[in-house]
């Protein structure tokens, strides 16, 4: 117990030294929140995660007050997502804390519902989705209404950007990465799960809510958000990836049936080791990066529209896939991170990984995954 207490103290040192730098040292906080314990705490995690994303801490407010506390004009009752938006966050009382008051809570979800229609409102080709509020109230519970502004604001057109379209072809693209991913480490577990014709629904509020609507312990929450913030968009799928294989003999040892597979991976259990899940989604990616994977999916994707559209030719389905999937990284800067991200999350994974060599069982090559 002493020496976990002082691996925490010497990790809030090392992140406030990297804080405390002229300019902050972005590339020691990206590997700070990788590695093991993550930011460590919340009043931490309130100054790095902007800095992880590249913005100022605060939303400057408007000129008549605080730009979360003014009152609810035409802008945020008027627009179209506020409805759904309010019975969402009034359905979400799961995800605040037991113990909080009832009055600190309702003070809470109303400026959740500001949060969210003052971020749609500024950015108004986004469109709202289920899951989003789950994203939303993570950050404004452990950060505040001001930070949790700014970074979401960040966050929902750049990593948040393919849910928050129109409909979820994005999304289905990046969800497509999944099996790829499995079968390089363990091909028995991919032919089973497809033999079973399992698909990947089992895992959309994983991906959508970056787990925030699943886990029941916050705790395991912030520290997941922790290693997104630091890695590329595709790292929530990654780490999906890794719990399928973490639940590999389960899975092996279950029915190939679509139901009972689906009812069996869909629960996640409350006792996984969430430390060393986060070492294996940073080895996944090492091993085989999106761009190893990028034909993969892009015949993955391909096999599921011709199947739908039989007059298709696979010749041109596969290009259509092929421009949409390029479009994913390089369409234009709001998505910028799709393309620096992958070699800072490459860098601070590689650190990572050199200093956990000992914990030879989270290793993932291709030349031991037969």
Same mark, same amino acid.
């Given at each position: 117990m002493e020496d976990a207490d002082q691996g925490y103290q010497k990790k809030v040192i090392q992140i406030k030294r990297a804080l405390n730098r002229n300019l902050p040292d972005v590339n020691s906080l990206r590997l700070l929140a990788v590695s093991k314990h993550g930011l460590v705490n919340d009043k931490l995690r309130e100054k790095v995660w902007p800095r992880l994303l590249g913005v100022k801490g605060k939303a400057k407010p408007k000129a008549a007050g605080n730009i979360l506390t003014q009152h609810k004009d035409e802008d945020v009752t008027k627009h179209k997502y506020y409805n759904q938006v309010v019975l969402d966050v009034n359905r979400s009382l799961k995800r605040f804390p037991p113990d909080m008051d009832d009055c600190q809570r309702m003070v809470l979800q109303d400026q959740l519902v500001d949060l969210i229609i003052e971020v749609l409102n500024k950015h108004d080709h986004l469109h709202y989705y289920q899951g989003y509020h789950d994203i939303c109230v993570t950050f404004l519970l452990v950060v505040g209404k001001d930070v949790a502004l700014t970074?979401?604001?960040?966050?929902?057109?750049?990593?948040?950007?393919?849910?928050?379209?129109?409909?979820?072809?994005?999304t289905s693209e990046m969800l497509d990465y999944l099996y790829p991913i499995i079968g390089q480490a363990k091909p028995n577990l991919r032919l089973h799960m497809e033999k079973a014709e399992l698909g990947t629904i089992f895992c959309l509020s994983w991906l959508i809510t970056w787990f925030g609507h699943v886990l029941s312990d916050f705790r395991h929450v912030v520290r997941l958000y922790d290693f997104f913030l630091a890695c590329h968009p595709l790292m929530p799928v990654y780490m999906a990836a890794a719990i399928v294989l973490h639940r590999c003999d389960e899975v092996?040892?279950? /029915?190939?049936?679509? &139901?009972?597979?689906?009812? @069996?991976?869909?629960?996640? +259990?409350?006792? $996984?080791?969430? /430390?060393?899940?986060? &070492?294996?989604?940073?080895? @996944?990616?090492?091993?085989? +990066?999106?761009? $190893?994977?990028?034909?993969?999916?892009?015949?993955?994707?391909?096999?599921?529209?011709?199947?739908?559209?039989?007059?298709?030719?696979?010749?041109?389905?596969?290009?259509?896939?092929?421009?949409?999937?390029?479009?994913?990284?390089?369409?234009?800067n709001k998505f910028l991170v799709w393309i620096l991200v992958p070699a800072l999350t490459a860098i601070a994974i590689a650190l990572y990984l050199s200093m956990m060599k000992s914990m030879t069982s989270i290793s993932i090559s291709p030349a031991s995954t037969s």
């Open positions: 970074i979401i604001n960040q966050l929902s057109v750049s990593h948040l950007s393919h849910f928050m379209e129109r409909t979820m072809e994005r092996m040892a279950c /029915e190939c049936d679509m &139901a009972t597979l689906h009812c @069996l991976l869909s629960n996640i +259990p409350a006792n $996984l080791p969430y /430390e060393r899940l986060i &070492a294996m989604a940073s080895s @996944l990616y090492v091993h085989f +990066p999106p761009d $190893l994977l990028q034909n993969q999916t892009t015949h993955n994707t391909s096999l599921a529209k011709s199947c739908k559209n039989k007059d298709t030719s696979k010749k041109e389905s596969n290009e259509k896939v092929q421009e949409k999937l390029t479009a994913v990284k390089h369409s234009n």
